[in-house]
């Protein structure tokens, strides 16, 4: 079965601090691997989108990394700011079969306090 | 330029009656999308329109619907509403080429409540 999985549910941190979040999949055929950032009421906001060749890429404090061997992803956020406080979710495109669709992690809800 | 645009932002809806929501993507965008997100379920796609086709469609009853216009502009109409289908409806834009590896816009939302 296609799914995205993440890890944690939830991650409360300080101002300033740096922290991790993770992203495992069992989508097959693999294409790209997306981070969106979603702010409470408002859409999902693209942070990254990484292809199978790509190891990491980074989005000013933002750096998002894949191992597509293992097929776990992470998204990793430095120096975090009070406006970082969102769901991040990770989704993966499922292009395979009958219908193409993205497939979305349940997210990750981050609060960043001062 | 302008983003992704949705009307009505939020909707109060009964039992049984029938809404439609609207999208306008972001100009020269030709690629629509439509996803339903709840708490429990998370984001899920709905549907997708590409030129005015329908080209990939999740899964959905079919009270759920949609189309989409010469002007890229798309509509979603869910019909007899059932309570389950309160949840934030949004709707996200790509370039024209709708490649895997486009990137999508969303826009704000439509919250939909139904009593």
């Known amino acids: 079965k296609n799914q995205v999985e993440q890890s944690p549910q939830s991650l409360i941190i300080l101002e300033g601090k740096n922290c991790t979040l993770q992203?495992?999949?069992?989508?097959?055929?693999?294409?790209?691997l997306r981070w969106y950032k979603q702010d409470t009421g408002r859409g999902p906001v693209s942070l990254t989108i990484m292809t199978f060749s790509e190891n990491t890429k980074s989005n000013g404090r933002y750096t998002a990394t894949l191992d597509a061997d293992t097929k776990q992803s992470s998204l990793h956020i430095t120096a975090s700011q009070l406006s970082d406080s969102a769901s991040y979710i990770c989704v993966v495109p499922n292009y395979g079969g009958a219908t193409n669709k993205l497939i979305f992690g349940t997210g990750t809800l981050l609060a960043v306090q001062p | 330029k302008a983003g992704v645009t949705q009307t009505p932002r939020y909707l109060i809806k009964t039992r049984g009656q029938q809404v439609t929501l609207s999208c306008s993507p972001i100009?020269?965008?030709?690629?629509v999308s439509w996803y339903q997100q709840t708490p429990g379920q998370g984001l899920q796609f709905l549907f997708e329109?590409?030129?005015?086709?329908?080209?990939n469609k999740g899964n959905f009853p079919g009270r759920f619907s949609g189309r989409q216009f010469s002007n890229s502009r798309s509509e979603m109409n869910v019909s007899t509403l059932e309570l389950g289908d309160s949840a934030l409806y949004l709707c996200?834009?790509?370039?024209?080429?709708?490649?895997?590896?486009?990137?999508?816009?969303f826009g704000p939302g439509t919250r939909l409540t139904v009593l």
């Open positions: 100009s020269g965008h030709r690629s």
């Open positions: 329109y590409f030129s005015e086709t329908q080209r």
């Open positions: 996200a834009s790509s370039l024209p080429s709708g490649g895997p590896t486009d990137t999508q816009y």
């Open positions: 992203c495992n999949y069992t989508v097959s055929p693999f294409s790209n």
